[in-house]
T-cell receptor, first 110, second 114 residues
Framework: EDQVTQSPEALRLQEGESSSLNCSYT??????LFWYRQDPGKGPEFLFT???AGEEKEKERLKATLTKKESFLHITAPKPEDSATYLC???????????FGKGTKLTVNP | NAGVMQNPRHLVRRRGQEARLRCSPM?????VYWYRQLPEEGLKFMVY????????ESGMPKERFSAEFPKEGPSILRIQQVVRGDSAAYFC????????????FGEGSRLTVL
């Protein structure tokens, strides 16, 4: 069965304190790994797609990387506005369905 | 360009009533997806539709749940004879093409069953 596990469940950082979020997955025939951001009471907002091991994507203070078993979302010098729940999802070939992890709730204190 | 529009944003139903959730995709998007988010759980896929066609309903409960995306008008997720366990946030997403993973989500419809 396809599975996505995110850790930690929650993370508190001080503004400027860099860290990483982990997403480990098991899926047969990975089509892509996707990162989303979700603010309270809102729908998820797409961040990145990673297709193959070794691939990296960057956007502002965020950088996503992918290996054959896991993905990391690195947050460099975070700001309070980066506070949100970050969701990881995988898609498999031949299906439109995404399997989501439960997310990591990030809080960045000023 | 307006985003994905879902309504109602909040819906309260008593056990046994019907719930209808509506989703208008972004302009130009012909692919619609419904996901459910239970408290303390991740988003769970329910159904994938294109205009007038259900492509994948593998995540839909076998009974009481149905979805449609007619040629004209919004996509509808219908839950008949609701039970307390149906209380959740229901998210609709759209994309301009399939097999992409870059979904545009609405703000969700929060169903509470009393």
């Amino acid at each position: 069965e396809d599975q996505v596990t995110q850790s930690p469940e929650a993370l508190r950082l001080q503004e400027g304190e860099s860290s990483s979020l982990n997403c480990s997955y098991t899926v047969s025939g990975l089509r892509g790994l996707f990162w989303y951001r979700q603010d309270p009471g809102k729908g998820p907002e797409f961040l990145f797609t990673l297709y193959s091991a070794g691939e990296e994507k960057e956007k502002e203070r965020l950088k996503a990387t992918l290996t054959k078993k896991e993905s990391f979302l690195h947050i460099t010098a975070p700001k309070p506005e980066d506070s949100a729940t970050y969701l990881c999802a995988v898609g498999k070939g031949g299906s439109e369905k995404l399997v989501f992890g439960k997310g990591t709730k990030l809080t960045v204190n000023p | 360009n307006a985003g994905v529009m879902q309504n109602p944003r909040h819906l309260v139903r008593r056990r046994g009533q019907e719930a209808r959730l509506r989703c208008s995709p972004m302009k130009g998007h012909s692919h619609v997806y419904w996901y459910r988010q239970l408290p303390e759980e991740g988003l769970k896929f329910m159904v994938y539709l294109q205009k007038e066609n259900i492509i994948d309903e593998s995540g839909m409960p076998k009974e009481r749940f149905s979805a449609e995306f007619p040629k004209e008008g919004p996509s509808i997720l219908r839950i008949q004879q609701v039970v307390r366990g149906d209380s959740a946030a229901y998210f609709c997403a759209s994309s301009p093409r399939g097999r992409d993973g870059e979904l545009f989500f609405g703000e969700g419809s929060r169903l509470t069953v009393l």
